[in-house]
Structure formats: structure tokens, C-alpha cells
């Protein structure tokens, strides 16, 4: 069993930065794909970024590349989001998960309660 919880969420001004934190515990850490997603109100989940157990290959959506930035630290249990040049259209409720050989199978066994980001123009 696998515990996920997300950390880092809030509110900033288009513009902004933040760096969302997902703390992992149970298991060991480095087995897993570890991804974000997230879910803004009336629409459905969406795939942001993912990191193998490695830490040496990232995945991003189009809407994301080249303003958030995945990363993990195997020591920390800890997988990072970077988040920078936040616009309005990136409010949502942002979510972590796990899950063995995930970026390849797109199949997340574990999940976290999610973070609040609230970007406003």
C-alpha cells in the first residue's frame, strides 16, 4: 500500500510560481511512476506530468510543456511539480499518484486528496 499527500497548493496571480510537493509513503518509493493530474471544476481529470521511479524520464502535456517541471527526489520520497508562468486556465485541483510501471501503462494504482490552485488574472 502505497499513501500519497500533496502539499504546496494555492492561490497566486497569473504570472506566478508555485512548486507542489507529493509526499510518499508505505512501499518502497522507487518502483513506482509517480504523476500529476488535475481536475478543474465541471471538466474531467487531465493528465500533467509524469517521472519514472528513476527520476531520468518526464512526460508533460502540451498545455504544460515548458512552464512546469516534474521532479523527484528517491531519498525524500518526494515527486515536485514546479510551476511557473501560472495562467487563469490552470485552476484546479491538482493530484498526485503512483503507480508500477505507470508512464508506460497509463495506470495509476494510488492517489492522493489533492491540492488546491487557484490562478487569477
Known amino acids: 500500500q502505497v499513501q500519497l499527500v500533496e502539499s504546496g497548493g494555492g492561490s497566486v496571480q497569473a504570472g506566478g510560481s508555485l512548486r507542489l510537493s507529493c509526499a510518499a509513503s508505505?512501499?518502497?518509493?522507487?518502483?513506482?511512476?509517480m504523476g500529476w493530474f488535475r481536475q478543474a471544476p465541471g471538466k474531467d481529470r487531465e493528465f500533467v506530468a509524469s517521472?519514472?521511479?528513476?527520476?531520468?524520464?518526464?512526460d508533460y502535456a502540451d498545455s504544460v510543456k515548458g512552464r512546469f517541471t516534474i521532479s523527484s527526489d528517491i531519498a525524500k520520497n518526494t515527486v515536485y511539480l514546479q510551476m511557473n508562468s501560472l495562467k487563469p486556465e490552470d485552476t484546479a485541483v491538482y493530484y498526485c499518484?503512483?503507480?508500477?510501471?505507470?508512464?508506460?501503462?497509463?495506470?495509476?494504482?494510488?492517489w492522493g486528496q489533492g491540492t488546491q490552485v487557484t490562478v487569477s488574472s
Open positions: 499518484a503512483a503507480g508500477p510501471f505507470a508512464m508506460a501503462t497509463k495506470r495509476y494504482n494510488y
Open positions: 508505505g512501499r518502497t518509493f522507487g518502483s513506482f511512476d
Open positions: 517521472i519514472n521511479w528513476s527520476g531520468d524520464s518526464t
